[in-house]
T-cell receptor
């Protein structure tokens, strides 16, 4: 089965605190994983992909095949990080999204 | 390239009316996806095309929904007849092979 699970619907974090958005996947092949961000009333846009291993806006994500996880992390949250975050997996022939986690940064 | 273009941006219609949403993917992309986004259900994949051919429409909620892709640069999602529970934001996305998906701005549909 191909599945992406984001266990938290809402995550509230104080400004300056570390952020971790959880993502677990189920896929029998070699996964290609992405994180997308959606700011209020805007389109989804790519935040980062596991292949590039880059850091965007201070966010990083490491693929852990043993735990089948691809958690998104940032050491110090900023108010502009408030948004909806989606983890996605390229399955056999389609992109599968998790339900999303709403990140709310508290002042 | 202007990115994925969707029209209209907003649509308000009465229950029972036909609604047609349009999407122009990025030139050269060979996969096209239609998603529906609601607060309750999040982002749902309705149907996707590969090289203009519908591959999986299992996410289409009912027979009232239909989608076409007559050529590589145009796709439509039609709802006939529309119902209030169809109110949502509908996104179109395109990608090239297994690269990132690029999303359109979405169509906010309200059925009254």
């Amino acid at each position: 089965a191909q599945r992406v699970t984001q266990p938290e619907k809402l995550l509230s974090v104080f400004k300056g605190a570390p952020v971790e958005l959880k993502c677990n996947y189920s896929y029998s092949g070699s996964p290609e994983l992405f994180w997308y961000v959606q700011y209020s009333r805007q389109r989804l846009q790519l935040l980062l992909r596991h292949i590039s291993r880059e850091s965007i806006k201070g966010f990083t994500a490491d693929l852990n095949k043993g735990e089948t996880s691809f958690h998104l992390k940032k050491p110090f949250a900023q108010e502009e990080d408030s948004a909806m975050y989606y983890c996605a997996l390229w399955g056999n022939d389609k992109i599968i999204f998790g339900k999303g986690t709403r990140l709310h940064i508290l002042p | 390239d202007a990115g994925v273009i969707q029209s209209p941006r907003h649509e308000v219609t009465e229950m029972g009316q036909e609604v047609t949403l349009r999407c122009k993917p990025i030139s050269g992309h060979n996969s096209l996806f239609w998603y529906r986004q609601t607060m309750m259900r999040g982002l749902e994949l309705l149907i996707y095309f590969n090289n203009n051919v519908p591959i999986d429409d299992s996410g289409m909620p009912e027979d009232r929904f239909s989608a076409k892709m007559p050529n590589a640069s145009f796709s439509t999602l039609k709802i006939q007849p529309s119902e209030p529970r169809d109110s949502a934001v509908y996104f179109c996305a395109s990608s090239f092979r297994r690269s990132e998906a690029f999303f359109g701005q979405g169509t906010r549909l309200t059925v009254v």
